[in-house]
Structure formats: C-alpha cells, structure tokens
C-alpha cells in the first residue's frame, strides 16, 4: 500500500518569475497532489541560510543563498500517495544537463537552467518533510491533517 504523506515544495525564484514554467509547474502539481498550503514569501539570508544548512560548507552554499534570496519563491506543502519520492520524480535529477539527458520530460529538465536554478526544491525523505513543513508552517498540526482534514479531501 502507498502510504499518505506530506511533503515540501518551494519554487524557485526564476521558475516564479517565468509565466511559462510557473503555469506548467502548477498544472503539473495539480494533477498528481493534494495542494494543503501555499504561500509566496521572498527569503532573507538568514532564512535561507538556514532553511539550506546541510549545505553549508559546500562549494555552491553561497550561491544557492543568494539565488534563493533573488526573487519571491512559492512554498507549498503537497499530499497525496508517496508524495515525497512523487514530487521528487516529477522534478527529476538535480543538475539540469543531467535531467535532460536521463529524464527529459521532467520539470528541472524542461525549466532548469542550471545545477543551481534546477527549477523546485522537494524534501528527500518523509523525515525531512516534517522538518522542512514546520520550517515555514509552524502552526501546521500532521497530527490534525492525518486524522481530520484529510478525511474531507478524501471525500
Ligand atoms: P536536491 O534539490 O535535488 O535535493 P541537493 O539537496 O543535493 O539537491 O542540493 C540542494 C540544492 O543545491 C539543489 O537543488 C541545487 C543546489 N546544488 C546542489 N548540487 C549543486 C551543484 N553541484 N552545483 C550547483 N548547485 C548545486
Ligand atoms: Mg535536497
């Protein structure tokens, strides 16, 4: 059986930024996910600095903070059967050669620009989902959406 899950979206800022790929990704989300929360906020440093920590260290940390911070992203947390492993293949490979070479109907094949401005962001594991959920959901209950809310969606 597929298990429920939530998992965490953020659209990059050149993918809000262009009409063609936002549309496409929305479209996309729509039909394959529950759409439990949106909201378009613009990151500062800090936040992405930290929303991106694993990363720190690693040659490319400043630019990803910096390209994060470039424009408004579109944060979503997404539901549905295998949601995390599902987001994760709609987006595909992470470097967009890469993508278009393995998985050229893929969004970070069709809009990613490069390794960097790969389109979308999508939690690896259900683990990191709850974290990353919380990171800009605070108020979100799993609890509240597994046993009550999701039951209406179902409906
Ligand atoms: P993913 O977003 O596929 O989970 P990741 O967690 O390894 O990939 O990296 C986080 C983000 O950092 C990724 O979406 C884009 C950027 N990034 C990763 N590897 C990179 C690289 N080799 N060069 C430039 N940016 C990179
Ligand atoms: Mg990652």
């Known amino acids: 059986m597929v298990r ?13 930024k262009n009409p063609v790929a936002l549309s496409y990704i929305r479209n996309e989300i729509k039909n394959k996910f529950i759409v439990v929360k949106t909201k378009r906020v613009s990151l500062d440093k800090e936040t992405a600095s ?21 424009g408004s992203v579109d944060v979503h947390v997404l539901g549905g059967g295998g ?17 278009q070479f393995l998985q050229p109907a893929c969004l970070r094949a069709l ?38 809310d999701e039951v209406m969606f179902r409906k």
Do not use: Q
């Not at 429920?4 to 809000?16: G, N, Q, R, S």
């Open 111 to 148: 809009f990613g620009i490069s390794d960097t401005r790969n389109v979308a962001h999508g939690s690896d594991s259900p683990a990191s989902a709850e974290r990353e959920i919380k990171f800009f959901f605070p108020e979100f209950s799993f609890y509240d959406w597994h046993h009550t």
């Open 50 to 70: 930290n929303f991106y920590k694993e990363h720190m260290g690693k040659f490319f940390y400043n630019r990803l903070v910096t390209f994060m911070c470039s």
């Open 4 to 16: 429920l899950e939530l998992t965490l979206a953020i659209i990059k800022p050149h993918a809000v």
């Open 83 to 99: 949601a995390v492993a599902g987001w994760r293949r709609a987006l595909g490979p992470t470097a967009a050669l890469r993508a």
